[in-house]
């Protein structure tokens, strides 16, 4: 079995910082990566950034350059740093990770982790 833990989330006033973390229990090998995917309500569930096994990382549009991924060498915990919060942010984020045997050039999340929310307020 393996969960996925997240934490740092809260409520900010745009233009604030929050950092998310989220640890796999146990030791996760050959993994394709972990990311942070984010639903608001009403909206689709989007991928904000993705931290790849091979170290590439991927960011949606919206957040470049606000947005930081990181991971451990292990690949089993990842972070999300995020500053320059905006009311848009406002969702509930979730940490994913991608087990499968063969690593596409996209995300494919296996594993969920229960969310943590965000709120960003004017």
């Known amino acids: 079995q393996v969960q996925l833990v997240e934490s740092g989330g809260g409520s900010v006033q745009a233009g604030g910082s929050l950092k998310l973390s989220c640890t796999a229990s146990g030791n996760i090998f050959l993994t394709c990566g972990m990311g942070w995917y984010r639903q608001a309500p009403g909206k689709e569930r989007e991928l904000v950034s993705f931290?790849?096994?091979?170290?590439?990382?991927e960011y949606a549009d919206s957040v470049k350059g606000r947005f930081t991924i990181s991971s451990d060498n292990a690949r089993n915990t990842v972070a999300l740093q995020m500053i320059n919060l905006k009311t848009e942010d406002t969702a509930v984020y979730y940490c994913?990770?991608?087990?499968?045997?063969?690593?596409?050039?996209?995300?494919?999340?296996?594993?969920w982790g229960q969310g943590t929310q965000v709120t960003v307020s004017s």
């Open positions: 994913v990770a991608d087990v499968n045997q063969l690593c596409a050039s996209s995300p494919k999340p296996v594993y």
């Open positions: 931290f790849f096994s091979t170290g590439r990382t």
